[in-house]
């Protein structure tokens, strides 16, 4: 199997990208791409922001923003600031800000923000922890499931996941 990083953007992927964030008006410094034929196995790690259109298998780390495109699979567990995901996902996520699931999106896993907001059409299969933005800064890619729990006890959050039915979430 081969393993490349493309340090080149072509145009079009670009656009396609980020579509995502002019839809949103977020911006970020997109300088990884994982082009639509290209898949990537390990730890993914970046200081600013990836977009995914190919395949990702392993974990990423994202100091920046996370873009998962329409053609985007990833098959990981992601640690990011903001993420847009149109793709698919498993995995878990931890994302600091904001988590936007567009309607192309499919997510099987647990998700931690302070921000989220889902498209309708998204199918989103795990639970959801809402945490404050303070306590999501506190959070760095090395701390554990421990270390949540002990910040929910803190903030008097609850730790078990509490299930909501699609058609009363105001997301």
Same mark, same amino acid.
């Given at each position: 199997?081969?393993?490349?990083?493309?340090?080149?953007?072509?145009?079009?992927?670009?656009?396609? !990208?980020?579509?995502?964030?002019?839809?949103?008006?977020? !911006?970020?410094?997109?300088?990884?791409?994982?082009?639509?034929?290209?898949?990537? $196995?390990? #730890?993914?790690? /970046?200081? $600013?922001?990836?977009?995914?259109?190919?395949?990702?298998?392993?974990?990423?780390?994202?100091? %920046? /923003?996370?873009?998962?495109?329409?053609?985007?699979?990833?098959?990981?567990?992601?640690?990011?600031?903001?993420?847009?995901?149109?793709? *698919?996902?498993?995995?878990?996520?931890?994302?600091?800000?904001?988590?936007?699931?567009?309607?192309? %999106?499919?997510? #099987?896993?647990?998700?931690?923000?302070?921000?989220?907001?889902?498209? $309708?059409?998204? +199918?989103?299969?795990?639970?959801?922890?809402?945490? /404050?933005?303070?306590?999501?800064?506190?959070? /760095?890619?090395?701390? !554990?499931?421990?270390?949540?729990? *002990? +910040?929910?006890?803190?903030?008097?959050?609850?730790?078990?996941? *509490?299930?909501? $039915?699609?058609?009363?979430?105001?997301?």
């Amino acid at each position: 199997m081969e393993r490349i990083i493309i340090p080149f953007m072509s145009p079009p992927l670009i656009e396609s !990208s980020m579509s995502l964030f002019k839809k949103n008006k977020t !911006s970020s410094n997109l300088d990884t791409l994982i082009g639509n034929k290209t898949i990537f $196995e390990g #730890v993914l790690t /970046s200081n $600013e922001g990836i977009s995914i259109e190919g395949t990702v298998k392993g974990k990423v780390e994202c100091k %920046g /923003s996370v873009v998962v495109g329409k053609e985007g699979k990833v098959m990981a567990d992601i640690i990011a600031e903001n993420a847009f995901i149109g793709g *698919q996902v498993d995995g878990n996520m931890k994302i600091k800000k904001r988590l936007e699931i567009t309607s192309t %999106g499919r997510v #099987v896993g647990n998700i931690e923000t302070s921000s989220l907001v889902i498209a $309708e059409g998204v +199918i989103f299969e795990g639970s959801c922890h809402m945490i /404050s933005e303070k306590s999501a800064t506190d959070i /760095s890619p090395a701390d !554990s499931k421990n270390t949540l729990k *002990q +910040i929910a006890k803190k903030e008097k959050v609850p730790t078990k996941p *509490q299930i909501v $039915e699609a058609s009363r979430c105001f997301c």
